[in-house]
Structure formats: C-alpha cells, structure tokens
T-cell receptor, first 113, second 112 residues
C-alpha cells in the first residue's frame, strides 16, 4: 500500500512565523502535490512537483514556497504565516504517466493566530 | 475560473437507494477523471476513475459515467450505505500534464 505521511496532524503558529510542513511518500512516486482544503472552496492546488528539484505553481501559490531535494520528500513553506493561511493542508503523490491516481496523506490542520 | 464544477454542495439520500453525484468540467483537454471520498479530519481516498476512451466504469457499488460531449460525469452508488456519508470530490487531469484539479465537493448524507 502507498503511504503518504505528513509530519503533523495539528499545528498552531503565530502570525509572521516561518512554517514548514513536511510530507514523505514511500512508493517512489514521481509526482508530489500540496493542496489546501477550505469550506466551500474544495481542494485547491498550491504547488506540484514532477521530479526532484522541479516544481510548478498551482492555482494559489502566493505566500507559499516548496522544496523537493529528495524524491520521497516534499516540503511546503509558509515564509511569513498569516491568518488567511489557516486551513487543512493535504499532501499527495502519484506515480505519473498515463492515467494515474494520487494518494493523500492524513492532512495537517494549521491554525495561524 | 473553475475547471471542475460540482454544483450541488450537499445531497441527502435514503439508505438503500441510489446516490447520484454530478460533476461538470470545462477543459476539453482533460482525459482522465477521478472520484475521491473524504471523511472529516482525514485525507481523501481514491474511489474510482475513468479515462476518456470509456463511457462507463464499474467497481462494486460504484459506477462512474462519462459524457464527453456534455463534459459531464456522474458517480452512482447503489445501494447507498451509512458509511457512504462523506464529502465526494470529482477531479480531472490531462495526459500531458500530471496535475490533478479538484472540484469543490459534494457532501453526501445517507439517511436511515
């Protein structure tokens, strides 16, 4: 079974802090994703990585950056956390290629106060 | 502009009846469509998918139908069970680009 593990289930951070959300997958997947889920807005793609050190912006990259130094690990960085970044953050990975599904981690509920 | 649309925020269905969840898309380049189920405080789990070369895919109680000309797909759950109460997300991707784009979700309530 594919396992995608996010480092924290719940986080509380202060406005202005630099926040790191870590995600690790164990299936040698090429692609990794960061989404956020907000009520009424569904899942919105923040960043996507299709290989080590390669990344693409998603629909809402503002205020975020990412790092993928190793294939299995994909980090989401909030450079200066703000209250409007309070959300559920979901990491996913997929094999890539034709017709492949993504597998999700359990999510990190981030609260910025 | 939303590329994947789920226009019903919620749906209530009697246990044992059929649940039908709908999804529309705007980008004709999408060629792979997925449905995910999500419980509160958990990550989404993959349910079923369909490629654009098919118009139907079935897996147990779950069937997905694709109407390419209408840019519409639907998920049928028969019979509906209490454990099916969850949020269902429709998603789409295109072969040349592995990004997966999600809709806003539909909350399904199965009534006893």
């Amino acid at each position: 079974d594919v396992k995608v593990t996010q480092s924290s289930r719940y986080l509380v951070k202060r406005t202005g802090e630099k926040v790191f959300l870590e995600c690790v997958q164990d299936m040698d997947h090429e692609n990794m994703f960061w989404y956020r889920q907000d009520p009424g807005l569904g899942l919105r793609l923040i960043y996507f990585s299709y290989d080590v050190k390669m990344k693409e912006k998603g629909d809402i990259p503002e205020g975020y950056s990412v790092s993928r130094e190793k294939k299995e690990r994909f980090s989401l960085i909030l450079e200066s956390a703000s209250t409007n970044q309070t959300s559920m953050y979901l990491c996913a990975s997929s094999r890539g290629g034709v017709y492949t599904e993504a597998f999700f981690g359990q999510g990190t509920r981030l609260t910025v106060v | 502009d939303q590329q994947v649309k789920q226009n019903s925020p919620s749906l209530s269905v009697q246990e044992g009846r059929i649940s039908i969840l709908n999804c529309d898309y705007t980008n004709s380049m999408f060629d792979y469509f997925l449905w995910y189920k999500k419980y509160p405080a958990e990550g989404p789990t993959f349910l079923i998918s369909i490629s654009s070369i098919k118009d139907k895919n079935e897996d147990g109680r779950f069937t997905v139908f694709l109407n390419k000309s209408a840019k519409h797909l639907s998920l049928h759950i028969v019979p509906s069970q209490p454990g099916d109460s969850a949020v269902y997300f429709c998603a789409a991707s295109m072969n040349r680009d592995d990004k997966i784009i999600f809709g806003k979700g539909t909350r399904l309530h199965i009534l006893p």
